[in-house]
């Protein structure tokens, strides 16, 4: 054999085995992405951003969501936390948004805090557990 034909033979050997290593990380982190978007603390984020009247106020009502959802959730036994970032898309404008939830005692995903940055750049509390004393029993409990 050729130097030239060794030379192709490991450059393809080489290129096939990375678009395999892309492939299986790709498939993974994809999936990942896919779970997240896809769990029940993304469905109770997307809810509360819907209903919430103050987002309303400032983009219109509330059209869809990004395809992607990032952020962490992470479960320990029957308790967990979650924060996930969102793109919302309202009538009038598009904003990012941040949604903290827990659970606590195997029950449904809350949220705890959620805010959203405006068209301006301004970050909005949409809800704030430290002024709102009707959450408070919700996190201890």
């Known amino acids: 054999m050729t130097t030239k034909k060794i030379v192709l033979i490991v450059g393809a050997v080489l290129a096939t085995g990375a678009l395999v ?8 982190v994809g999936f990942a992405f896919y779970s997240i978007g896809k769990s029940q603390a ?3 984020a997307k809810n509360f ?6 987002l309303k106020a400032d983009i219109g009502e509330v059209k869809d969501f990004g395809s992607l959802v990032y952020g962490g959730i992470n479960v320990a036994n029957d308790s967990g936390e979650a924060t996930l970032q969102l793109k919302v898309y309202g009538e009038r404008a598009t904003v990012n948004a941040s949604v903290d ?3 606590r005692n195997g029950r449904d995903w809350r949220v705890s805090s959620a805010s959203y940055t405006n068209v301006s750049g301004q970050k909005i509390n949409l809800l704030n557990p430290y002024e ?3 959450l408070l029993p ?4």
């Open 21 to 28: 290593v892309v492939v299986v990380v790709g498939s993974i």
């Open 42 to 44: 993304a469905t109770t």
């Open 49 to 54: 951003l819907k209903s919430s009247e103050k």
């Open 101 to 103: 939830l827990v659970y």
């Open 132 to 134: 709102s004393k009707r």
């Open 138 to 141: 919700l996190l201890i409990a």
